[in-house]
């Protein structure tokens, strides 16, 4: 009977059929958005991510990986300190390296980013490839952040 409905354009009848199966994925996606959404709200609303509290950063699933990301942020906190001192040729030196690893954060990222897309992977699969999104698009931000810094050190040491 609800197939009649249909052919005879009743779009409440189409609705209807499969409720629950609607309802699930838009729970789970919102679940997703709200969580990114999140990430992103405290991501944007600071220039320089190394100014964020710890309670500000990204949730991560797995335990690792919040290490892994606390690690780098701990390094270009340093870097940035090492700033203020670093001779021209050191600060050479890791603008070179950075603008290089730079390339490789954003392939990474694109890689990830494509993965999700696709939508082949296992539960487990994508929440692991959510995380190293995340990681990667911190970790771009922090290192574009950083070559900010050593591009204006650099202009003002050449004078």
């Not at 494509?114 to 999104?133: C, F, H, I, N, V």
Request: overall charge positive.
């Amino acid at each position: 009977m609800e197939d009649n409905n249909a052919n005879n354009g009743d779009a409440q009848s189409t609705i209807v059929r499969s409720p629950s199966r609607i309802n699930l994925k838009q729970k789970a996606s919102q679940k997703e958005v709200d969580r990114f959404a999140k990430f992103n709200k405290y991501g944007k609303s600071y220039d320089d991510i190394l100014v964020m509290e710890e309670t500000q950063y990204p949730e991560f699933t797995l335990a690792k990986n919040k290490a892994r990301f606390l690690r780098m942020v701990n390094w270009y906190k340093q870097k940035q300190e090492w700033l203020e001192v670093a001779p021209l040729s050191g600060l050479t030196k890791l603008f070179k390296q950075q603008t290089k690893e730079l390339e490789g954060i954003r392939s990474c990222k694109m890689d990830y980013e494509m993965e999700l897309e696709l939508d082949t992977l296992t539960p487990s699969q994508r929440a692991y490839r959510k995380d190293e999104l995340r990681m990667y698009e911190m970790h771009e931000r922090m290192a574009v952040s950083l070559i900010s810094k050593m591009q204006l050190k650099l202009k003002s040491g050449r004078r």
